[in-house]
């Protein structure tokens, strides 16, 4: 598939069929993902891919089914895909300097904030990826990281990022409208 064609072509998909995710498909969206350009090649992002439905219904109670302005749209997907991804990261690598005297001080003035800038361009990669093999995905950010981070457990120097369920779409959602390029570009100066 061209890369414009499954950039443009990519939905959030919310609901999906049953059947199971093959372990090749999985192990290429984890190919995709360990692509990704990072913060000096730090690699801080982890996958979780949550497949036993006892641990998967524990990850999923930590999704807020509501919020101030109604219900969480991919909650109900969540628990029909057959692979919910819980995608970490170690939140103290990148963006901070890691030998000599300023070791561990941040580098920049977003130190704080590149694992997560680095998870989701692996992210997108593996969103692409599984697209381009007829799966489907959507990120929630809507949910409660350190109940997850205790189902799963994680370190304490390790964040949940983000959660994604995996599989074969059972629907086929218009592409929500984008702003006008006018409006998200310039040349030579903001505005401009
Ligand atoms: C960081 C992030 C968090 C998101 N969280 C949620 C979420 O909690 N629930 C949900 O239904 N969709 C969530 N989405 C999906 C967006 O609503 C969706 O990507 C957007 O409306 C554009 O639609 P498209 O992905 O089909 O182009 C999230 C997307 C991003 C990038």
Redesign the pocket.
């Known amino acids: 598939m061209d890369v414009m064609e499954a950039i443009r072509n990519?939905?959030?998909i919310?609901r999906y069929r049953p059947d199971p995710v093959p372990e090749e498909a999985i192990k290429t969206l984890a190919e995709a993902a360990q692509w990704a350009p990072s913060w000096s090649n730090t690699q801080t992002w982890r996958l979780v891919f949550v497949r036993d439905p006892e641990v998967k219904a524990k990850v999923a109670a930590a999704i807020m089914t509501t919020n101030p302005t109604g219900i969480?749209?991919?909650a109900r997907g969540v628990g029909e895909a057959p692979i919910l991804i819980a995608v970490c990261a170690q939140n103290d690598l990148a963006g901070f300097y890691r030998d000599g005297p300023r070791q561990g001080m941040p580098s920049t003035d977003k130190s704080e904030y590149w694992y997560m800038f680095d998870a989701g361009l692996a992210m997108q990669n593996l969103t692409l990826a599984a697209h381009a093999l007829g799966l489907g995905t959507?990120?929630?950010?809507?949910?409660n990281p350190a109940e997850v981070a205790k189902v799963i457990g994680l370190p304490s120097n390790f964040v949940v990022v983000?959660l994604m369920p995996l599989g074969y779409p059972d629907h086929n959602?218009p592409?929500?409208k984008r702003k006008d390029l006018s409006e998200l570009m310039f040349f030579d100066k903001y505005g401009g």
Not at 138 to 143: A, D, K, P, Q, T
């Open positions: 990519r939905r959030a919310r969480n749209r991919a959507v990120h929630i950010g809507m949910f983000e959602p592409a929500p």
